[in-house]
């Protein structure tokens, strides 16, 4: 699809490969995307069952100790944040897409400066938001093998009811009778489901975080170029060899001097018009009101602005 070549929706992609999301037409053939989206429910049903194995978990075995059940609750409660989070963004895709295309299509780039400071100041948000959330992964996955505390080994014979407290879980969780996790098998089973909930929740979170991030920083910038235009009110609007400015883009900042005004618009009138006719209509268009012109671009352009914002943060885009 288009949307997917284009910076902003590229966070998109990491969702829809591990089936968190199905984006609507990726592949040519109907079939590939039904498909894909059987999988993404498989997805959905594995991390439902996960979350339920956590809080059960939780619930049933550590809460007989105050600090390992605060943790595991800690734990349970960042997991259901981000993948519910997640889940609604799944169910409101469209209305996320259009959003996005809003941006896209609306928003302009007038001032390059100001346009490159905001693209810096995502790039390094989102920098550090995948440095700690890869490094917090990280921690996680490497604890299990670190070398395990006598109060661990307590938990895991008291409260879990382990035979071998050794093989460490990166997070305890509820398991069937009929499987007995201190089998080597039962083991290295659970603990790749685990380290798949690790990556979904990783993905997830970085996901979420991203949207967090893009979607005020880009109206900010653009409210920023408004505000510059918004100082030359009052001032003669003149281009760099000194020409008055005849007409202003404020979306863009493109500019008309009086003399390529003046050309452009004998070169449309030219065609339907009588030579008479193009005189008196050239004549009526440098008569006009460049300041209320241009105010009246900046009261559009502002509304513009705003019409976007509402309808970005409305109750019905939540």
């Known amino acids: 699809m288009e949307y997917i070549k284009l910076r902003r929706y590229l966070f998109l992609l990491p969702l829809h490969i591990f089936g968190l999301i199905t984006t609507p037409n990726f592949h040519r053939q109907a079939w590939k995307n039904e498909a894909h989206n059987i999988y993404t429910n498989f997805v959905w049903v594995f991390i439902a069952l996960s979350l339920c194995a956590q809080w059960t978990s939780t619930f049933l075995y550590a809460i007989h100790d105050v600090s390992e059940f605060l943790q595991r609750f800690y734990e349970s409660i960042l997991l259901l944040l981000f993948f ?48 700690i959330n890869t490094v917090t992964s990280l ?20 409260i879990y009811g382990r035979k071998d407290p050794r093989k460490v879980l990166i997070s305890p969780v509820w398991e069937p009778s ?24 990783q993905i997830a979170s970085m996901s979420l975080l991203m949207v967090v991030i893009i979607f005020p920083t880009f109206p900010a910038s653009q409210y920023e170029m408004l505000g510059e235009f ?66 009246k671009q900046l009261v559009r352009r502002y509304q513009e602005l705003e019409q976007i914002m509402m309808r970005t943060f409305s109750e019905d885009h939540q």
Do not use: C
């Not at 007995?180 to 979904?200: A, H, N, P, R, T």
């Open 230 to 295: 918004v100082k030359l009110l009052g001032a003669e609007h003149r281009d760099g060899f000194g020409e008055l400015i005849f007409y202003t883009d404020i979306a863009t900042g493109a500019y008309l001097t009086e003399t390529q005004m003046v050309h452009y618009r004998y070169q449309q009138d030219r065609a339907n018009l009588s030579k008479k006719e193009a005189a008196v209509k050239l004549k009526q268009w440098k008569e006009k009101s460049y300041p209320a012109f241009y105010l």
């Open 178 to 201: 009929f499987i007995d996790i201190d089998k080597d098998g039962y083991f290295i089973l659970v603990f790749s489901l685990q380290i798949l909930v690790i990556l979904l929740g």
């Open 139 to 158: 921690t996680m996955l490497i604890e299990p093998f670190l070398p395990i505390s006598e109060r661990n080994i307590f938990l895991m014979t008291t």
């Open 84 to 131: 519910g989070e997640l889940f609604v963004i799944k169910m409101r895709f469209h209305d996320v897409l259009e959003l996005f295309h809003l941006q896209e299509h609306f928003y302009k780039i007038s001032n390059r400066n100001i346009h490159r400071k905001y693209v810096m100041m995502e790039s390094i948000e989102l920098a550090v938001v995948f440095v």
